[in-house]
């Protein structure tokens, strides 16, 4: 069952919307990971988690600090 | 992250594995910096407005082949046994994710869309901070909008769009989110990246300088931070103030410099308090900003073009660096300082000054100016 998604649109070419995280965490085991579109800080281009199905992710969330 | 990121190169290189990375921070340049120190070849994603809802950093997240969460703390010693080595089963076909507005039904959050997206991307910078405030003055029991509206008024602050009330507001949105949710350690550290020293965890950025001298050294340009670092920002902690600091010398004790009455030099202050449940201590911060329309800029040629005065005990004085690269600039200066409260004082006022060598116009004269200060920080 989906419980959390994070739909962020960076371009007008995307009909989907944000729908903001519940209370709780947004990742869950055993859950299917949330879309996520959210600017790279490189290119400043939208970035979607869908793109690399197929393949295994480590997604490392951090902060420089 | 560097310990992960070497360890998982191998994987990377063969196909076996993609990394991606994503930044809770408020500038996204300076994770740039320190992913351009630290060699970082894999994309990193920002996300200042915290919309993973994530409570702390680090998290490490396994998602398989299938787009299946299969670890929200993965361990480096047991990831390639208990992830990478394995085939994970396809889902049923009824257990796919359904990412459609009805299967989430959260479609009443759909006014974040226009104003997050522009934020992130520059623009309808005025429009968008409206609209996130909006958002969480109607609904003041959600801690993440106002949260989130604290983050777009640091964003206009930082732009060119700037509000002398918006780093204030930015502090007070986040205290606020804090207060209504204060095991969030994200929101936390974005205030206590600019609070008193007595309540940091950790020196924010003091790897910046170190950064930049390897970044050079390797004959690379460091990628340029839009928001120079603060003091508070680049502060070592510390669990107390000192009794025994030596008193400061007042530079203007019987107040003969001549005031700037003509507005040569605009002074902004933002408070921001600790986030203990006592705010024992505060941090204060100044920009002293050149009046443009006047053409006023520091002259540096005698030394710190400014001097700020803040009485109290102890007294404070704080200087500009001494520039001898150029004559004049324009910029905005910054100064911080801590304070500690009375335990049963609700607001603590502060009197000082600030005085600055400053020319207006090209062929202007250069005078020694005085801008009395009155500050007041209200306890939380």
């Not at chain 2, 201590?281 to 329309?293: D, M, Y």
């Not at chain 2, 001494?322 to 004082?345: H, I, K, M, Q, Y």
Request: net charge negative; hydrophobic share 40%.
């Amino acid at each position: 069952m989906l419980n959390v998604a994070l739909f962020l649109i960076l371009s007008s070419h995307f009909h989907q919307d944000i729908v903001a995280p519940q209370e709780h965490a947004l990742w869950t085991v055993g859950e299917p990971a949330p879309h996520v579109h959210l600017p790279d800080i490189a290119t400043g281009a939208a970035y979607d988690l869908e793109r690399y199905r197929g393949k295994k992710v480590l997604l490392a969330e951090f902060a420089s600090w | 992250m560097p310990v992960w990121h070497t360890a998982t190169k191998q994987w990377v290189a063969d196909g076996r594995l993609v990394l991606i990375g994503l930044t809770q921070e408020q500038h996204p340049e300076r994770c740039r910096l320190f992913a351009q120190w630290k060699g970082f070849d894999f994309p990193i994603l920002w996300d200042p407005f915290n919309l993973t809802g994530s409570k702390v950093v680090p998290n490490f997240i396994a998602i398989d082949e299938h787009g299946i969460v299969r670890s929200i703390k993965a361990e480096l010693d047991s990831f390639e046994r208990d992830f990478l080595a394995v085939d994970f089963p396809a889902p049923l076909k009824d257990e796919r994710p359904l990412f459609t507005e009805g299967a989430c039904g959260c479609t009443q959050n759909h006014h974040f869309v226009s104003p997050i997206s522009s934020l992130l991307q520059g623009r309808e910078i005025d429009e968008s901070v409206a609209a996130l405030e909006r958002s969480a003055l109607a609904d003041p029991g959600k801690a993440r909008l106002a949260f989130r509206a604290g983050v777009a008024f640091r964003m206009r602050y930082d732009s060119d769009h700037a509000q002398p009330t918006d780093f204030q507001a930015a502090i007070d949105y986040w205290t606020k989110a804090l207060e209504i949710d204060p095991n969030q350690y994200i929101w936390r550290r974005r205030i206590q990246q600019y609070g008193p020293r007595m309540d940091k965890p950790y020196p924010f950025y003091s790897w910046v300088e170190a950064a930049r001298e390897a970044i050079i050294a390797r004959g690379e340009t460091p990628v340029p931070l839009r928001a120079e670092l603060t003091g508070a920002e680049l502060a070592e902690p510390r669990r107390g103030f000192d009794a025994t600091e030596a008193a400061a010398a007042e530079p203007d004790a019987d107040g003969r410099i001549l005031r700037d009455e003509q507005g040569l030099i605009a002074i902004e202050s933002t408070v921001a308090f600790d986030t203990s449940e006592d705010h024992a201590s505060a941090a204060f911060h100044l920009a002293l900003r050149p009046n443009a329309e006047l053409d006023a800029h520091w002259n540096h040629e005698s030394g710190p073009a400014v001097q700020v005065w803040i009485g109290g005990e102890p007294a404070t004085l704080l200087s500009s660096p001494a520039r001898d690269d150029v004559a004049t600039s324009s910029e905005v200066l910054r100064f911080d300082f801590d304070r500690a409260l009375a335990p049963d004082d609700a607001e603590l006022r502060l009197s000082g000054y600030a005085l600055y060598y400053v020319c207006a116009g090209a062929e202007g004269k250069c005078l020694y100016w005085r801008q009395d200060l009155e500050l007041v920080a209200n306890r939380p």
